[in-house]
């Protein structure tokens, strides 16, 4: 059973051009939670997703941010027009149907390098 | 800031020393955790300690959750080169639908 796979684990980007995250989560987990982490500081939270449905969005940036988590494939955050603020490590987890008392497991991280 | 603060920011022991790690907290949970992260990579799941738990223990590992104080602390015995790395707590508030993370404490064992 693969744990939470992200690809690329490191991804370099001029400024202004787009960039896409992918995250396959473990193998019946069926939510995605997308975080990022910049550098020297904690990990925030930017979106929740379930199968084809956003459920808690409240962390990402209203613009040039968006995410799915299709029904068939990966999840995918996808930033557009990436400026050099948006260089950080991106974080997905996947849990269970059912968050309560279990925990998340968190694939290795993306690398989002903005020269 | 919603969840979760580390205190200290930074511990340096010597290989032997129990290293301890505190977190605070700010609304009502329904569990909280703790993760490991080693420099450049992801995070791992050690610990997870519910909201009518007091202490947990798992190996060198013990937790402790104090909910009147919305508190919890991570004791690390015995701690080795190889515990070094970045700890954060996290939480799962009983009205959210996320994990919050603290800043983190960041943990050097000197051999």
């Known amino acids: 059973n693969a744990g939470v796979m992200q690809n690329p684990r490191h991804l370099v980007r001029r400024r202004g051009q787009e960039a896409r995250l992918r995250c396959s989560p473990m193998?019946?987990?069926?939510?995605v939670y997308w975080y990022r982490q910049l550098p020297e500081e904690g990990l925030k939270f930017m979106v929740y997703?379930?199968?084809?449905?956003?459920?808690?969005e409240s962390g990402m940036p209203k613009e040039r941010f968006s995410a799915e988590f299709p029904k068939e494939g990966p999840s995918i955050l996808r930033i557009q027009q990436v400026v050099r603020g948006d260089s950080a490590a991106y974080f997905c987890?996947?849990?269970?149907?059912?968050?309560?008392?279990?925990?998340?497991?968190f694939g290795q991280g993306t690398r989002l390098t903005v020269v | 800031s919603q969840q979760g603060e580390e205190d200290p920011q930074a511990l340096s022991i010597q290989e032997g020393e129990n290293a301890t790690m505190n977190c605070s907290y700010k609304?009502?949970?329904?569990?909280l955790q703790w993760y490991r992260q080693n420099s450049g990579r992801g995070l791992v799941h050690l610990i997870l300690?519910?909201?009518?738990?007091r202490e947990k223990h798992s190996g060198r590992l013990r937790v402790t959750l104090d909910t009147s104080k919305k508190s919890s602390s991570l004791l690390i015995t015995a701690s080795r080169a190889a515990d070094t790395a970045s700890y954060f707590c996290?939480?799962?508030?009983?009205?959210?639908?996320?994990?919050?993370f603290g800043t983190g404490t960041s943990l050097t064992v000197i051999p």
């Open positions: 987890a996947s849990s269970p149907p059912h968050l309560l008392n279990t925990e998340a497991f």
């Open positions: 193998k019946g987990h069926s939510h």
């Open positions: 997703l379930q199968k084809e449905n956003i459920i808690d």
């Open positions: 609304t009502s949970i329904n569990n």
């Open positions: 300690i519910r909201s009518n738990e």
């Open positions: 996290a939480t799962y508030p009983n009205t959210g639908n996320q994990f919050y």
